[in-house]
């Protein structure tokens, strides 16, 4: 698992369960990727792994590898669209630097954040089904708790809400998804959300880049008067 240096800390880096790259938990998903390696041999076609440091403050948790993005470059959210908002509003709020050039040997960094899918294979029509979101989840629930566990959670879109809920066996009626949704947890995180930042919600108006940036900037703000989880979650 490629993770960026942690500035805050001379601890080691926390080291997570990763799927392996041959990952066959999933039949549909396994029979997908093995069809993708065929079509495009050259792309990534493998469960893709988390990106930015082990003990980041925030944690943003998608939906699931794009076919053309994370899927052909082997990192979260780069080379699609979603991306492309995605990225711009971390960097503008001190969660990145360097410049975002959509390629994983880009140089471009996370910083006190760390990105990971619900589910880490590319799901055919990018819908996984719920039961594969219930087998990746073992995947999940490291990212999302321990001792390095993140102070903020945020989600994009109602599959990661709830897959992030069930990683930290909440109950989903009490912290019910909305854009800009806000839930302080009784682990002591918290919670935000927000429509994912795909090109059809981009495009239906859904989400603009300025809403989006609202969420974050708030963050931002948050995590500026909280220190980091100094207890298992």
């Given amino acids: 698992m490629t993770t960026t240096e942690n500035t805050t800390t001379t601890r080691p880096e926390p080291t997570r369960p990763a799927p392996d790259p041959d990952c066959g938990l999933c039949p549909r998903l396994c029979a997908f990727r093995q069809g993708n390696r065929q079509a495009e041999p050259d792309w990534f076609n493998a469960p893709v792994p988390s990106f930015g440091p082990g003990r980041a403050r925030l944690a943003v948790v998608g939906l699931a590898p794009g076919m053309r993005g994370a899927n052909r470059t082997g990192r979260p959210f780069t080379g699609d669209f979603a991306g492309a908002v995605l990225y711009p509003a971390l960097w503008r709020h001190g969660f990145a630097r360097g ?102 919600n981009v495009n239906t108006g859904r989400l603009t880049e300025a809403m989006f940036d609202l969420v974050v900037a708030r963050l931002a703000a948050e995590l500026a008067e909280r220190p980091p989880l100094s207890r298992a979650v």
Avoid: K, M
């Fill in 99 to 200: 410049s975002y050039g959509a390629d994983p040997g880009d140089g471009f960094e996370l910083v006190d954040c760390r990105i990971c899918n619900a589910v880490r294979c590319v799901p055919p029509e990018n819908r996984p089904r719920p039961a594969e979101a219930a087998t990746c989840r073992q995947f999940l629930v490291p990212e999302l708790t321990g001792l390095d566990a993140p102070r903020a959670i945020l989600v994009l879109g109602r599959i990661a809400h709830e897959s992030a809920l069930r990683a930290l066996r909440l109950p989903q009626r009490g912290y019910p998804f909305a854009h800009g949704g806000w839930h302080q947890l009784p682990t002591g995180q918290l919670l935000a959300s927000s429509f994912h930042t795909s090109r059809y």
